[in-house]
């Protein structure tokens, strides 16, 4: 079987994975459309050649583990990305665009914490990015029945308003109180 664009058997040609924007870009695709496979497979080859481990490849890299139930390397990437979005280095704006009320309500209340996301965003509202690292957290503790983790994490700016939080808060009280 040849492949259309070459003239050497499809076998023979040297297969090269292609770290550049369009190939995350499509890891983000196949997050955004819940093909955790094809997602999985793409972010595992970017991370493993990646020297600069980004925030937005670290977190879409933990969202596949998350839904891999590899809890444990979820909480390591996802500890990861809020360092790296504490330190100095990550390029914060003290002047943050404000995202409209409306929006940020569809936020808190939808699971848009388990969508993917692109390097430039990570530069335009990094507390936006904290609350969704921090909501993924979350759902990580709960998962590992970490209930007091749960309860710290909910106490965060912000935390209270999220619908993932309030239902996994309000179990891990009652789960802890067994």
Not at 83 to 104: D, H, I, M, R
Request: hydrophobic letters at 40%.
């Amino acid at each position: 079987m040849q492949n259309i664009n070459s003239n050497q058997p499809y076998s023979t040609q040297k297969k090269i994975i292609d770290t550049s924007d369009s190939t995350f870009s499509d890891g983000i695709t196949y997050i955004n459309t819940e093909q955790w496979a094809f997602a999985y497979l793409v972010f595992s080859k970017i991370y493993k050649i990646s020297k600069n481990k980004t925030i937005s490849l670290s977190y879409n890299m933990a969202l596949c583990h998350f839904t891999a139930q590899e809890y444990s390397k979820a909480f390591q990437l996802l500890s990861e990305t809020l360092t790296q979005l504490s330190s100095p280095s990550s390029g914060s704006f003290t002047n943050e665009v404000a995202a409209p009320a409306n929006l940020l309500t569809i936020e808190y209340e939808t699971n848009a914490h388990r969508l993917a996301f692109a390097e430039t965003i990570t530069h335009l509202h990094q507390n936006l990015i904290k609350l969704r690292v921090r909501r993924l957290l979350v759902d990580v503790h709960f998962a590992l029945e970490k209930w007091e983790e749960v309860i710290r994490l909910a106490a965060l700016p912000d935390m209270d308003k999220c619908q993932n939080v309030k239902i996994a808060l309000e179990k891990s009280i009652q789960n802890q109180n067994k």
